[in-house]
């Protein structure tokens, strides 16, 4: 019999004895009448820096004959992933354009259930991304189809690897039981922040590309989706820059960043519709301060791992200011996928073992923003000037605007860097960040700073920096689909993920990926 033994309050010296003792204590049992114990649950309750507790769900198996302890619950049985295959698959296997979190577990799928999909992505292998993504931080040579953003596992294989979200649905086991049985990390399985890092989630992306080969699926790297056929509205293929392909159905995983993927669906006709987005720049604190403003004499803690922090504030002119993908022992990194623009971006490793902490600082874009007659791509042509501005402000080959946060709530230009260094390669220019913002966003952000001042002390610091500009934190358009069908007005195609507007994540966009899957199976 395996019991659960629900949040316990431990302080961080108690959460490093072993789970056997802690489950034994709890039951008020041996612990020689333990046979195992899994760790379901772990957070961190940081409210009271004096008091600071982990709270721990555990689950544990109990020697055979020994009887339910009084006050508590025989565990819930985890359920597997599985689907059953088709007796009669299409006679031309589905489509999946896009290779991101969306992508791979539509694909995954529908090879799980026989359909053989054909993934078009327009980027390289993970292993071969890796070597463009490190030639373009250390050279500032960009390929624009194998960077940051584009290329397997997607934006977020390059990221902090966050599987937090918003939504709730049943599917999100399923994409962290499959995360793990290729190569991410068990604590995913448990942590209530659960993230991959950057390092563990190439692993675990190469391992599903492979399950879906050895299921019969069958992923183009270096091919772009480039048209859609139809026949009395409905798909009858779909044309690529290396051919055509007879298919009824696509999935478009274009992801946020799929600009002349956007360009094309707008001229056919696909039914879309501006989003709101944001627009911001990443701020880059001292891990070690950080530590200690969270955890007090509890930093660096082994038990508590490295502290990170989640704020939003209300303008003074009604728009939002928040951080977003905070990256803990994080870094800075470039990513453009356009020549001649600058983007920025956040990434750690599992460990986040590097000397600075980053998050994106951000405040709203809203569609009526933009004039009617700029169009439904309005918000797009919105980042592209604003990253065209940047790359000018950063001088260059790659380079971004730099400037201290002292500096930029004061107004004044920069000339070097203050206590913190930046980590952005390849490479920054001290300037001021004014160049590259709308008026708007500068004073946002500059009210955030200060209001969160008060809820972190020294996040004012003058001596860290702001890095900007970050553009790409979402896609600025929705592909609209039916709610039920989860179809386009043209049926057989399916606007699936975050470049879809229909996610906001690494595990939104898969569990997305898997519902469209799902629901074109029925």
């Known amino acids: 019999m395996t019991v659960r033994v629900l949040q316990l309050r431990l302080t961080p010296d108690e959460a490093l004895r072993s789970l056997t003792a802690l489950a034994a204590r709890a039951l008020r049992l041996p612990e020689n009448r333990i046979v195992s114990v899994r760790l379901v649950k772990k957070s961190v309750d940081a409210r009271s820096k004096s008091d600071i507790r982990l709270l721990v769900t555990l689950d544990a198996e109990l020697e055979k004959g020994t009887p339910l302890p009084r006050g508590f619950s025989a565990a819930p049985k985890a359920e597997e992933w599985k689907e059953t295959p088709v007796s009669a698959p299409p006679a031309h296997p589905p489509v999946v354009a896009g290779f991101g979190p969306a992508g791979m577990f539509c694909a995954l799928t529908l090879a799980m259930r026989g359909l053989r999909p054909i993934v078009l992505e327009r980027g390289r292998p993970v292993e071969d991304r890796q070597k463009d993504v490190e030639a373009f931080f250390a050279t500032g040579r960009l390929d624009p189809a194998s960077n940051v953003l584009f290329g397997e596992g997607g934006a977020g294989t390059f990221s902090d690897g966050k599987l937090t979200t918003g939504i709730k649905d049943s599917r999100i086991s399923c994409v962290l039981s499959t995360l793990h049985r290729f190569g991410a990390p068990e604590e995913i399985l448990y942590e209530a922040k659960p993230h991959v890092g950057t390092d563990r989630l190439t692993r675990a992306v190469k391992g599903i590309r492979q399950e879906i080969i050895r299921l019969g699926g069958e992923v183009r790297f270096g091919t772009r989706l480039t048209g859609l056929v139809t026949e009395d509205g409905r798909l009858a293929g779909v044309n690529t820059d290396k051919g055509g392909i007879v298919t009824g159905a696509v999935f478009l995983c274009l992801g946020h960043s799929a600009r002349d993927s956007f360009e094309m669906l707008s001229a056919l006709g696909v039914p879309m519709a501006r989003k709101p987005f944001s627009i911001g720049a990443r701020i880059e604190h001292s891990q070690a301060w950080l530590d200690c403003a969270q955890y007090g004499r509890f930093a660096a803690h082994p038990a508590l791992g490295r502290a990170d922090y989640r704020l939003s504030a209300r303008c003074p002119d009604g728009r939002g200011v928040y951080t977003f993908c905070m990256c803990p022992g994080g870094q800075v990194i470039a990513s453009a996928s356009e020549e001649g623009g600058v983007a920025t971006n956040g990434m750690s490793v599992f460990a986040r073992d590097g000397v600075n902490c980053d998050s994106a600082l951000l405040t709203d874009v809203r569609p009526e923003d933009f004039p009617e007659s700029a169009g439904v791509l309005a918000g797009m042509e919105f980042q592209r000037r604003w990253e065209k501005a940047a790359y000018e ?130």
Do not use: H
């Not at 860290?464 to 600025?476: F, I």
């Not at 929705?478 to 595990?507: C, F, K, N, W």
């Not at 898969?510 to 799902?518: F, N």
């Open 393 to 522: 402000a950063g001088g260059g080959a790659y380079k971004a605007p730099c400037q201290r946060v002292g500096d930029f709530l004061s107004g004044v230009p920069s000339k070097d860097a203050g206590d913190v260094m930046p980590s952005y390669r390849p490479g920054v220019n001290w300037t001021d960040l004014s160049l590259c913002l709308p008026g708007y966003a500068v004073n946002n952000l500059r009210f955030g700073i200060n209001e969160f001042d008060k809820k972190i002390r020294g996040f004012t610091a003058p001596g860290a920096c702001v890095t900007g500009v970050e553009t790409r934190s979402s896609s600025p358009v929705r592909i609209l689909r039916d709610p039920v069908s989860l179809q386009s007005d043209i049926a057989g195609v399916y606007p699936v993920g975050e470049g879809a507007g229909y996610a906001g994540g690494i595990t939104s966009a898969a569990v997305d990926g898997i519902r469209s899957a799902q629901e074109y199976l029925k």
